[in-house]
């Protein structure tokens, strides 16, 4: 599966912004999609993801309640509704996906198989 991020940008402090992952090429319904980010000079950090079939859905607890992950799964994509964003939340967000991830692991980059390019999300203070 290829996937395709976009929606990034510069946004002030109290802001919103959605993502959005487009997925070509594969049962796009039978992956798990899973946004995470990388802030410069830290690791990538999960934030939140989505099941394919059954769409449960679990979040970073530094997102929880700010964030909602949904997909389309006619449309083959998946958003990241991103709201009360704060300075910290800059960095370069990606998506990735994976059919064969257990669920203990669905937080750990090293689960998927297949990323986005990523998209750039500033928030100004």
């Known amino acids: 599966v290829q996937l395709q991020a976009s929606g990034g940008g510069l946004v002030q402090a109290g802001g919103s912004l959605r993502l959005s992952c487009a997925a070509s090429?594969?049962?796009?319904?039978?992956?798990?999609i899973t946004w995470f980010r990388q802030a410069p000079g830290k690791e990538r950090e999960f934030v939140a993801y989505?099941?394919?079939?059954?769409?449960?859905?679990n979040y970073a607890g530094s997102v929880k309640g700010r964030f909602i992950i949904s997909r389309d799964n006619v449309e083959n994509t998946v958003y990241l509704q991103m709201n009360s964003l704060k300075p910290e939340d800059t960095a370069v967000y990606y998506c990735?996906?994976?059919?064969?991830?257990?669920?203990?692991?669905?937080?750990?980059?090293?689960?998927?198989?297949?990323w986005g390019q990523g998209t750039l999300v500033t928030v100004s203070s």
């Open positions: 989505i099941r394919g079939r059954s769409r449960a859905t």
């Open positions: 990735a996906a994976s059919r064969t991830a257990i669920l203990s692991s669905l937080s750990s980059p090293t689960a998927y198989n297949y």
């Open positions: 090429g594969g049962a796009f319904n039978t992956y798990t």
